[in-house]
């Protein structure tokens, strides 16, 4: 395989992803609504939408393999909107399976999520189930090999409010606290964002075609455990606070213990030879957000 396009690789993963593809040899085409503002030499920026067909028939066209990280990615915006997230996930996913299968794609590479057959998730992991079947479905009518990788909890560079890890980090460093909706018991299985990137790149070995695999990290952490770091990192001065009240909608989109229900449709668990370290990997996280902290208020003045 020689050229891939991602789609969505303006975005926080598939931006990481599109830079690995690109360190491996890959001949890159990043296509998202807007350019991308960290686009790697060599890569080409395509502007468009996925929902609409000519747009996408053109970043496909040529390609051996075709990444799709586009859509509402936000488990409480997918809450809130469910007729875009159903326009935007599901369709603009069937276009691009459209448009693979024209362009005889030889790998077609699906973000999915590990909340895709939990009662968590609400209509994200909803439209996530969709998109699978249609994937499979693909694969049994029309011939499109696929490989569909079912993301943990990421955290990393580029990275933004809508991510806990990060959230919690810019909250240590302006407001000296760390808040959270949860009472903090919670188990996550955090992972980097370059560990993910460099996995999403080794599984188009012909292994790993019409696999589901699960992208997530090495060790399990409670949220309260993971707050109690940052705080050591910070000088252990922060306050710690905790809203264990979970009976509004949003809240109950988010899994406690665990993100799998029982189903028929296991995915396969990707381990990595190596990893970054949970500890180094919010050290690195922080110096970056103090920067760009730091830009900010260099701007401000007059």
């Known amino acids: 395989m020689k050229k891939v396009t991602v789609f969505g690789g303006a975005g926080f993963l598939g931006s990481h992803v599109a830079d690995a593809l690109t360190e491996a040899g890959f001949d890159v085409t990043v296509f998202d609504l807007k350019p991308a503002t960290n686009l790697a030499k060599g890569q ?11 747009d996408v028939e053109k970043a496909v066209r040529g390609a051996d393999a075709v990444y799709n ?16 997230t159903v326009s935007v ?11 693979c299968v024209k362009a005889k794609v030889k790998r077609y590479v699906f973000a999915s999520t590990i909340y895709v057959y939990s009662q968590a998730g609400s ?3 909803a439209s996530k189930q969709a998109c699978e079947a249609y994937i499979e479905n ?4 029309r011939g499109l090999d696929y490989t569909i990788l079912r993301y943990g909890s990421l ?37 980097h964002v370059d560990d993910a990137a460099r996995y999403s790149v080794e599984i188009l070995e012909p292994e790993f075609a019409n696999q589901n695999l699960i992208v997530s990290g090495h060790q399990a952490i409670k949220v309260r455990d993971l707050m109690e ?43 990595g030879r190596q990893y970054i370290d949970l500890g180094q990997g919010l050290l690195r996280l922080l110096d970056e957000i103090q920067g760009l902290l730091h830009e900010e208020k260099e701007k401000r003045k007059p």
């Open 89 to 99: 996930n599901i369709l603009g996913n069937v276009v691009i399976l459209e448009a």
């Open 44 to 54: 080409k920026m395509v502007v468009g939408d996925i929902t609409d067909p000519l």
């Open 229 to 271: 770091m940052i705080n050591e990192m910070l000088g252990g001065k922060l306050k710690l606070e905790f809203n264990s009240k979970r009976g509004a909608p949003v809240a109950n989109t988010h899994y406690h213990r665990t993100p799998y229900s029982f189903t028929p449709k296991i995915g396969r668990k990707l381990i």
């Open 123 to 125: 209509f994200y992991s």
């Open 69 to 84: 990280f586009a859509g509402i990615a936000d488990l409480a915006e997918a809450h809130s909107k469910p007729v875009d």
């Open 155 to 191: 955290y990393g560079s580029r990275s933004n409010d809508q991510n806990i890890v990060y959230r919690l980090l810019k909250q240590a460093l302006t407001e000296h606290k760390l808040s959270y909706f949860g009472d903090g018991e919670e188990i996550r299985e955090y992972v």
């Open 138 to 141: 693909y694969k049994r009518y």
